[in-house]
């Protein structure tokens, strides 16, 4: 049983603030009833409707993280403040990052509790492009630009194949916009050195078909929309 406010919340009605004020002007039913009391306890069985509009509840939470620097990839960590730590006080479960960037990489991070699409956006078979914002130590030259673009050798102790094909855009001559379809480890760090440039800044600004949003802050969040949901359930589908 979960309160009728968080319910509202969580199948990505609106805030808590928001969510209070559709109940209290009488927008919420439930079993056919309206109900201008946000502390109600939903069952899995009852029907809850918006202006008529019955609800679904989802299971899964997809949220968009703005990722700062300085902050790990990891569930939890004594020393160093990590990802996970900006979400203690959301009320889904299981949530997790779907894939890693480096303590220093800032960007997009999708969180999320829905494995399966973790999965799918991460596994090298599926090829999702990933595009980084790449901030160089040195100009980038049109050779540079070639061997990224054929793939490079990122060996480092053990044998690898070469990297995909990479996408580039060149913003200015110490600004690129890689676009890889791996993710290996730190993949583009590495294939930057092998054509002998260095990363001195890097930011994600997509996965698949998720951007970062523009007007998000640094180190914070918000839920997807329902369109960017679907889109990114299309990988799911294989
Ligand atoms: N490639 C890197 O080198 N680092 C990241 O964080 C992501 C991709």
């Known amino acids: 049983m979960i309160r009728l406010d968080k319910y509202l919340c969580e199948v990505n009605i609106g805030t808590r603030s928001e969510v209070k004020e559709l109940i209290r002007k009488g927008r919420v039913q439930v079993n056919g009833v309206v109900c ?3 502390d109600l306890k939903i069952r899995e069985t009852d029907r809850v409707c918006l202006d008529q509009k019955e609800l679904v509840f989802s299971e899964y939470h997809y949220l968009m993280f703005h990722k700062p620097a300085g902050v790990l990839t990891a569930a939890r960590d004594k020393k160093q403040p990590t990802v996970m730590d900006y979400f203690k006080e959301y009320p889904g479960r299981d949530l997790n990052p779907a894939g890693r960037l480096d303590k220093d990489t800032t960007g997009l991070l999708l969180i999320t509790n829905d494995g399966q699409l973790s999965h799918m956006l991460l596994s090298p078979r599926h090829h999702v492009p990933k595009t980084y914002e790449t901030d160089l130590a040195k100009p ?7 061997s990224l673009e054929e793939g490079v050798d990122i060996s480092e102790t053990e044998p690898e194949p070469v990297t995909a094909p990479a996408k580039v855009e060149v913003v200015s001559p110490v600004k690129i916009l890689l676009t890889i379809t791996e993710g290996r480890f730190h993949q583009v760090k590495r294939m930057l050195l092998a054509v002998g440039n260095e990363v001195v800044g890097l930011k ?3 996965m698949g ?9 640094e180190g914070e969040y918000r839920k997807l929309t329902e369109e960017e949901i679907r889109e990114l359930l299309v990988y799911k589908k294989g």
């Open 36 to 38: 201008q009391s946000p």
């Open 140 to 146: 980038i030259t049109e050779d540079m630009v070639k």
């Open 204 to 206: 994600r600004l997509s």
């Open 209 to 217: 078909s998720l951007t970062l949003d523009p007007s998000l802050p």
